[in-house]
Nanobody
Framework: VQLQASGGGLVQAGGSLRLSCAAS????????MGWFRQAPGKEREFVAA????????YYGDSVKGRFTISRDNAKNTVYLQMNSLNPEDTAVYYC????????????????????WGQGTQVTVSS
């Protein structure tokens, strides 16, 4: 499966952005999806994940309550709605896909994902 992330940009603190990740090449609903991010000089960080069915979601502690992951299997797309952004959210955001697990399984480790998009830059100014 090929993944194409988009929607990043520059936003002021307190603002919102919605990232999209379009998948192509295989049946999208077979894949659990995740979002990760990496800031300069920092390790990759888990952001959010959603199961194949969309019924299960999981969030990293730093984004819980502010970010929402969702998917539209008919459009082969996963979304990350980001609200109440702050400068600490500045990073390159990557979407990832995996066929591991069951219908309701979510993966929170990068090693659990087999396919990665190219990343989209999110910059939050103070």
């Amino acid at each position: 499966v090929q993944l194409q992330a988009s929607g990043g940009g520059l936003v002021q603190a307190g603002g919102s952005l919605r990232l999209s990740c379009a998948a192509s090449g295989r049946t999208f609903s077979w894949y659990a999806m995740g979002w990760f991010r990496q800031a300069p000089g920092k390790e990759r960080e888990f952001v959010a994940a959603i199961s194949q069915s969309g019924d299960s979601t999981y969030y990293g502690d730093s984004v819980k309550g502010r970010f929402t992951i969702s998917r539209d299997n008919a459009k082969n797309t996963v979304y990350l709605q980001m609200n109440s952004l702050n400068p600490e959210d500045t990073a390159v955001y990557y979407c990832a896909a995996t066929q591991r697990g069951t219908l309701y399984w979510v993966g929170i480790r990068g090693s659990e994902y087999d396919y990665w998009g190219q990343g989209t830059q999110v910059t939050v100014s103070s």
